[in-house]
């Protein structure tokens, strides 16, 4: 993981720990205090940012190795909900412990701002896909981008409504589109995971 650079003296120290959560269970809430960032460990967790007509949103869902609120060592409050869509585990970075530990080694500094550097890339990539009007255009591309190193496998690690809030779309909009794809042999799908014809996948 991310953090596994930290000093043993803090890694191991009794101000790092690990937070087991149910399904359905929050990390943190908007507007809450800002006291510590997160990185998921396993399981998946939704951020959603609520509207201001009481709606929620969902900007990210977060999987194991990501970082949660990592904003919040730059801010007082959390900008958004932390849900967990599964039961997952987190380890809590406490925010004066982890920024006294990034002042002081300019090598750990530099691999976390360049985690948030991809995590930035990652966020336009999302961006741009929901300017795709198209739902088989918008998914299409969205598989492109999941695509492991082969550039044809995809790993469906949650549900398709993940998938659904990660693009954009609702979850039968989704269910149609993959059936569309799969009807013209742009992607074969599998029990967890999907296979693009690079060949059809134009």
Do not use: W
Request: aromatic share 4%.
């Amino acid at each position: 993981m991310l953090f596994d650079a930290l000093p043993d003296r803090v890694r191991r120290g009794p101000s790092i720990r690990e937070r087991e959560l149910g399904k359905n269970e929050r990390l943190f809430r908007q507007g809450d205090a800002s006291s510590a960032i997160f990185e998921v460990m396993s399981g998946r967790l939704r951020l959603l940012r609520r509207t201001i007509d009481g709606h929620l949103v969902t900007l990210h869902t977060a999987r194991a190795g990501d970082l949660l609120g990592e904003a919040a060592l730059f801010s007082d409050v959390y900008h958004c909900d932390a849900l967990a869509a599964t039961p997952s585990r987190v380890r809590v970075y406490p925010k004066p412990v982890l920024l006294s530990a990034l002042r002081a080694d300019p090598l750990l500094y530099e691999a976390f701002a360049a985690r948030l550097a991809r995590q930035l890339q990652a966020v336009r990539a999302r961006l741009e896909l929901r300017n795709i009007r198209s739902a088989r255009e918008r998914l299409l591309q969205y598989l492109r981008l999941s695509a492991g190193r082969d550039g044809r496998s995809i790993t469906l690690d949650g549900q398709l409504q993940d998938v659904a809030a990660d693009v954009g779309l609702t979850r039968e909009a989704v269910y149609r589109a993959l059936a569309t794809l799969q009807a013209e042999g742009v992607i074969v799908r599998k029990q967890a995971s999907l296979i693009l014809n690079t060949d059809r996948a134009v």
